[in-house]
């Protein structure tokens, strides 16, 4: 990999992963203040479930689209100085993507009745005109967060990510003042209020960036004739029906969810929670990151250097995600109850909730690498590739779900280990199909990464484990101080043993995780430095 595109790659990875960092402590309170404010109960159940649909609507119309078509196509033009002609494309797509949305909107508040049992099929009577309720005061949530994913997709392809970074925590924030301040007075609808609050918010910080770099270029067009809107459509609608299948397989599972005990929506919530923290922070950082440097680099024909753009991503992404999941796995009791035991939060709450996270651990560095890997797809404008893997998966995760609630007790735990083992078979058959496509990505250096990894991770997770125990005859586990004590304390040794290992195993991604540490310790230096 050129020292300027591992350069490029290291600043715009620390911008991101910091901000996403603070995103995700934020998302954790959060997470937090619902549990503590309104329990593991059937309203908490009602307004998870109603972000689903909502969630797909802004999935399929920007979450897709932005990925496969916009990004790759806009930075195309860039990256060949055409910035007017890169605008007249964006303009249409842009304008399009609105005005869809707001029909959207519109017709989601309208025929929510209808559908509600897509979302909550095991919801009756009130806990179903709750959900209802619910999921009518989200839809504008969702329109305004889409508005924000349209300008954060212009932002990414000029390579800025400072705004789009931190929009988040302006959301998350709005969401846990929501939960404290109005929670008592108007109960779970503190939520919803919080959260179109914080999604207004988000929008209304990615706005002026994109207004400046626009001015003068953005037209109130929409001209589908282009060769640039004809290819992002083109591209566009693989990635949609690829993310409709992921999207239904969530769906799927809440659905299975709300068929069992109250609260089983709530455990698979959280635990899922627990696993995106690594899986947003790392892998999510550093695919963001390397996305349109991949874009550029497919753009100018540059093979080579893709492929070892594209390895070293991933090799980063396994060093990172593997020792989380063997660390989640050995500490998930200590980590659930330290987050989310408070209040109407019980310590049996907290055993279902870790024992739903032990389930989705072994899907973690899978879905890290695919973050990866569709985005390597996306940046040669494949986009049918990832749908045609995406359909099996989703039906591999129906077939295990099905069987494990029919033939075991595991419940909600059946429902994650079904996801986990569909997201394996999912990175598998992504790797050996981009594999055919880049001769030499999956080499004998990308496999002694994961070994190196898997085994320092190991033995990381056994002294974790073992000073969690140890600890743990020291201190009252029913305080919250004795939890701090017991879970950072096992967590810093398991972070030291795995670094120490990694040094020992002469593992080449710890020059990156260090230039990613100094250059963030540097621009803190700079900051406080007085002018």
């Known amino acids: 990999m050129k020292t300027e595109n591992r350069a490029q790659v290291t600043r715009a990875a620390a911008v991101v992963m910091a901000a996403i960092l603070a995103s995700r402590i934020l998302g954790f309170l959060r997470e937090r203040a619902v549990a503590e404010v309104f329990g593991r109960t059937a309203a908490t159940d009602a307004f998870f479930a109603a972000f689903a649909l909502p969630d797909l609507m802004y999935q399929l119309l920007v979450g897709g689209a932005l990925s496969s078509a916009f990004i790759p196509v806009f930075t195309q033009y860039l990256a060949k100085d055409e910035e007017k002609e890169a605008w007249h494309v964006a303009s249409t797509f842009l304008n399009a993507t609105f005005l869809i949305l707001l029909a959207v909107m519109v017709l989601g508040v309208v025929f929510t009745p209808a559908l509600a049992p897509f979302v909550g099929v095991g919801f009756t009577g009130e806990n179903r005109e709750l959900l ?40 998350n924030l709005c969401q846990i003042l929501g939960a404290y301040l109005l929670g008592p007075v108007v109960g779970i609808m503190a939520m919803a209020i919080g959260t179109v609050v914080g999604a207004v918010g988000n929008f209304s910080l990615q706005l002026p960036e994109v207004w400046r770099r626009a001015a003068g270029k953005y037209k109130p067009v929409l001209n589908f004739r282009h ?113 989310f035991e ?25 879905q890290a690498a695919l973050q990866v890997t569709t985005r390597g797809f996306y940046s040669l404008q494949d986009t049918q590739t990832p749908v045609k893997i995406g359909f099996l998966a989703v039906v591999a995760n129906l077939l295990l779900s099905l069987a494990f609630l029919r033939w075991t007790s595991l419940g909600a735990g059946g429902l994650a280990l079904a996801y986990s083992l569909s997201s394996l078979v999912n990175v598998v058959l992504a790797f050996v199909l981009l594999g055919r496509r880049l001769p030499g990505l999956i080499n004998g250096a990308l496999f002694a990464a994961i070994g190196k990894s898997l085994a320092a991770s190991l033995l990381m997770g056994l002294s974790a484990a073992w000073t969690a125990s140890l600890i743990g005859g020291y201190i009252d586990p029913a305080r919250k101080m004795g939890q701090a004590v017991q879970t950072l304390g096992a967590i810093s040794v398991g972070v030291a043993v795995y670094a120490v290992l990694a040094a020992v195993l002469r593992m080449d991604e710890v020059r990156f995780v260090w230039d990613l540490v100094v250059r963030k310790l540097k621009k803190g230096r700079a900051a406080g430095r007085p002018s």
């Open 342 to 366: 408070s209040g109407e939060f019980t310590t049996a709450d907290s055993l279902v909730t870790a024992f739903a996270l032990l389930f989705f651990v072994p899907g973690l560095f899978a």
């Open 227 to 339: 060769p640039g809107i004809r290819r992002m459509v083109r591209l566009m609608l693989p990635a949609i029906l690829g993310l409709s299948i992921a999207q239904v397989n969530t769906i799927l599972s809440q659905n299975l969810a709300s068929t069992l005990e109250e609260g089983s929506i709530v455990a698979l919530r959280l635990s899922n929670r627990l696993i995106n923290f690594p899986l947003g922070i790392f892998a999510m950082g550093i695919s963001t990151a390397v996305f349109p440097t991949l874009a550029e680099l497919a753009a100018k024909g540059e093979r080579e250097e893709f492929v070892r753009t594209l390895s070293f991503g991933l090799r980063i992404v396994f060093f990172i995600t593997i020792p989380s999941a063997v660390g989640m796995a050995a500490l998930r009791v200590p980590i659930v109850r330290l987050l």
């Open 132 to 171: 209802i309720l619910l999921m009518r005061a989200t839809f504008p949530a969702v329109f305004f967060t889409a508005l924000a994913g349209l300008c954060i997709g212009v932002l990414h392809s000029y390579k800025s990510f400072v705004a789009p970074a931190f929009g988040p925590i302006i959301y």
